[in-house]
Structure formats: C-alpha cells, structure tokens
C-alpha cells in the first residue's frame, strides 16, 4: 500500500511550498467534499522512485475558534489517516506553545513523527535542529522548504520507515531498467494467480458506488466477504465472473451484513488516492444527472497520473430523458477529451442496465495495459511513423530515433532511443504516442513515453 505522509503544523510554517515542491503540482487533489475543508489538499508524490501520497493540512494555531476551529479538526483528521507525519516548525519564529501542543497531541496517538525545523535559510542550521529538543520529538531535520534545501535527507528519514517493496509496487514508471535491444523488459505485472484483475470502483460521494458494488457481486459468486479493515482501507472483495477472476477493491466500504451489503463508511479521499494506486483497472463512476463536476475531474486527473487502466462509468442513467441524455453526451466530449482513451458506459447500478458490459471494457483495458510488445514491433512502428513524419531539426542536426522497446506495463512504457532526444518536442511525443496507441489497437490505458539517449 502506498504510504500516506500528513503535512502537520501551525499556519504560515511552510507546509504549503512545501506541499507544492513534493508535488510539483498546482493540481492538486482540494477536498472539497461534504465534511472536508477545503484545507485538506492531497497529492501524489516520487521520491527516488518511490510514491507516497501527501497531505497537506490548514494549519492548527492552539487557540481555534470558527473557521480556524475547523481546520484544526482537518489536520487532526489528516493526522489519523496519515502512516507518517511530518511536523513542521518554523526556526525563524522559534519555539511556540502551539508547537507543543501538536507535539503533545502526536505523542499520545503515538503516530511515526518526524520534526522538521523550517526555513533554515534564515537562521543556523545547528541551532535550529537543537532548539526545538524541548518538544521531545529528538533533533529537527532542518530544512529550507522554499529553496529546496535538506529535501532529500527528509525524505530519507520519513520514507525509510516504509518496506521498499510496498512503496514500488505498481508504480514502474520512472526506474524503468535500461534494456538493451531484443531483451524482455522486467517487472512486468500481470494479474495474479489468486487475485485475477484488481478493479477499484472510485467515484465522489453518492455517485453511485456502494449500489455498483452491491450489482456486481450480488449477480456473482463472491469468494470471501467481509475481510476486516480500518476505516482508512479499502475492502478487497475477490470473485468469480464465468472463468474470469477478479478482486472488487471497494472504496466506498460496502460491507456484508447478514443476506445485504451497505454501506458503513464515508468517503475517503486517502482511501480513494490508494485504492487507485493498487488497481489494475479503474473503474470511474459519475452521475449522469450532475454532469461532469470540478471533483470528477480532479479525480480524474489523478488517475490519469497514476497511468491506470480506466474504464468510465455515467451511473442514473436510467429515468433521464432524451434532451437530458444528448446534453450529457455533449459535455462529455467535451469536458473528458484528456481521457479519451476510456471506454464510456452509461449504466444504471440500480437497475442493473448496463453493468454486465463493463467488464468487456475491463478486460480489454486491461489486456492493452499489459500486453508484452516486442521490441522488433516497437521499433517497426517507431521507423514507419518517423518516416511518414521526421522529427525537427536542432542546430542543424536531424533528432534520431533508432529503436524502441517496453520498459513497463499498466501503464505500458515505450522507451525509446536515439540522438538528441531531450529535443523533441512535446507535438512530436504525442504524435508518437497517438501512432503506438492506433497501430497496437491500445484501448483504456495511457502510454507513457520516455526517450534515452547518447547513442
Ligand atoms: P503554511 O501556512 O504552513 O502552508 O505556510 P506557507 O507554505 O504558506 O508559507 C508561509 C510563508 O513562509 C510564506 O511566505 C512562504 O514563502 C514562507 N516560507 C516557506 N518556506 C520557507 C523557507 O524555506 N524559507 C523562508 N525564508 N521562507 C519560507
Ligand atoms: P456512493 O456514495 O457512491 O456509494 O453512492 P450510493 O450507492 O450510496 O448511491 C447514492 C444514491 O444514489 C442512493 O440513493 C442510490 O439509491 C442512488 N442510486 C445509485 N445508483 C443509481 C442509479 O443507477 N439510478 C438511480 N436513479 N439512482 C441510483
């Protein structure tokens, strides 16, 4: 499971710039759902590799009223669903009664802390690690959010805690292995044995979910039920479909209860950013009568990033009108452009209509996601598509593409070799890209494409 790190504080220490360069995102995921503040900013970030989730947090100032009672409620909150936290303090202000309070509170809920000493720009770097000592957290890492600076020993510290293994699993992208010509890449995942495809129905609140859930399994034989978690987990219902087997990871906590599922848990969004993370496929539930909302598209786009196989589902499609039906498909072209690679359906979860045709798409998304291409064929369509359209010329020099070859599946991963590769510009990727997506047929998962050079 991707580990989850909570940006825990008071107001003005840093945690935002240091959200952002975590990140290196503006898009962020902003929980804006019922019950969340609009405070609690999650994102996704890589560190040698490795993914883990970040949350940022409103900041707690130890004398909250109002709104800023709320936050504090935020943070609290982030803190339990975190499995780290890093706390910030601000070595220019120095040592405050709302930094001990924080430290106080970590202590009794005997959360992994890591104390993290702030704009160290500004101040000694020694000094700084010593003088919060009294918070009983031991020597700060000092750092310098905005400039960058004891980045990375931090995160040696705060990732160490985590199994190597856990934090890589399902995420090749980025350490994919240099290859070389005519040899099979490694680490490709396929579906397990026990487990077949891994499925994770995500969607916002109300859209739909638990009733999908409840469909799928309740037509099919359900293997194991009711497998104990936390309230921060998914639950990993595995089944049978005809021969196929998969794994229903549930986020939206349906539960067996005597002869019925429901429902017993809120939404999440750490639980929805992992159980993203841990699929094979997803599958994107989102209601017809509200169109495409801001939250879909977040979500989206986080899934996008994750390069997971997708599967779009517009639930409630039952009931609606013709009028209504035509502008919804209008808006989804319109507004789901950057996902076109995604199967849609339009299903209703409560009637039934439609769910059984979701699995086609599963299956073939899921097949493009994992399929082992030969670096003969990458190469053949990498020569034809360069010759139908050259790449620039830099300084005078034509950029070369020699060979390619996959270095990763779900997503599939096309590295690709030649000269002056850091050249190629971004209309020339996408062109490559959209060449290996129509000639291997890919359907329901991005590509990624990656260039090698000095050759
Ligand atoms: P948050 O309220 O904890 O999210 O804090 P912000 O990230 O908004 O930062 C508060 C202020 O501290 C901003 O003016 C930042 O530019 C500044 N700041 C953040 N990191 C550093 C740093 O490393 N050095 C200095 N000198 N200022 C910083
Ligand atoms: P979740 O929060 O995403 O798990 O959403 P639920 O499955 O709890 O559904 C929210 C509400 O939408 C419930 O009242 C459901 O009965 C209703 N609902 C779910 N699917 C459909 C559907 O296909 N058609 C209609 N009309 N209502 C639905």
Redesign the pocket.
């Known amino acids: 499971m991707v580990p989850v790190i909570a940006l825990v504080?008071r107001?003005?220490?840093?945690?935002?710039?240091l959200f952002n360069r975590l990140t290196k995102t503006r898009d962020a995921i902003v929980a804006e759902y019922a019950g969340l503040t609009r405070d609690r900013q999650y994102g996704e970030a890589k560190w040698q590799g490795r993914t883990y989730i970040v949350i940022d947090t409103g900041?707690i100032s130890g004398d909250e009223e109002g709104i800023d009672a709320k936050m504090a409620e935020q943070s609290l909150q982030a803190i339990e669903e975190a499995d780290a936290v890093l706390f910030?303090v601000d070595s220019?202000a120095g040592m405050t009664a709302a930094d001990q309070m924080i430290a106080e509170h970590l202590r009794k809920r005997n959360k992994r802390s890591f104390l993290v000493a702030?704009?160290v720009?500004?101040v000694d770097p020694d000094i700084a690690r010593a003088e919060f000592s009294p918070l009983g957290l031991g020597d700060a890492l000092p750092i310098?959010?905005?400039?960058g600076r004891g980045i990375n020993a931090m995160l040696e510290q705060a990732l160490g805690i985590f199994p190597k293994d856990n934090a890589e699993e399902g995420e090749e992208e980025g350490e994919a292995e240099v290859v070389a010509e005519g040899e099979e890449p490694k680490r490709i995942p396929g579906p397990s044995e026990k487990d077949g495809i891994k499925i994770a129905i995500i969607g916002r609140p109300n859209v739909g979910k638990s009733t999908l859930v409840n469909r799928m399994l309740g037509e099919e034989r359900v293997i194991v039920y009711d497998q104990a978690g936390t309230t921060r987990d998914s639950i990993y219902i595995p089944f049978e479909r005809g021969e196929e087997k998969y794994t229903l990871i549930d986020t939206a906590g349906v539960r067996r209860r005597g002869k019925i599922f429901e429902a017993v848990e809120k939404f999440s969004v750490v639980k929805t950013l992992q159980a993203i993370q841990d699929a094979n496929v997803v599958i994107f539930v989102m209601d017809a009568r509200e169109g495409v909302v801001e939250h879909d598209l977040n979500l989206l786009g986080f899934v996008l990033e994750t390069g997971r196989a997708l599967v779009i589902a517009l639930n409630k499609w039952d009931g609606m009108d013709s009028g209504q039906r035509d502008y919804v498909k209008t808006e989804l072209e319109r507004r789901l452009s950057f996902v076109d690679f995604a199967d849609i359906h339009f299903i209703s979860a409560l009637h039934g209509t439609g769910v059984g045709h979701l699995y086609k798409s599963v299956q073939a998304s899921f097949q493009s996601a994992i399929t082992r291409w030969p670096t003969s064929r990458l190469t053949q369509i990498l020569e034809d598509a360069v010759q139908e359209h050259q790449p620039p010329l830099v300084n005078g020099r034509r950029i070369k593409l020699r060979y390619a070859h996959l270095g990763g599946a779900n997503p599939p991963l096309i590295v690709i070799h030649g000269n002056q590769v850091e050249a190629v510009p971004k209309s020339y990727s996408r062109y490559l890209e959209n060449t290996f997506r129509r000639v291997l047929r890919l359907v329901g998962t991005p590509i990624r494409i990656e260039y090698k050079g000095g050759e």
């Open positions: 504080g107001p003005n220490v840093g945690k935002s710039t900041g910030m220019r702030n704009k720009d500004t310098a959010a905005a400039h």
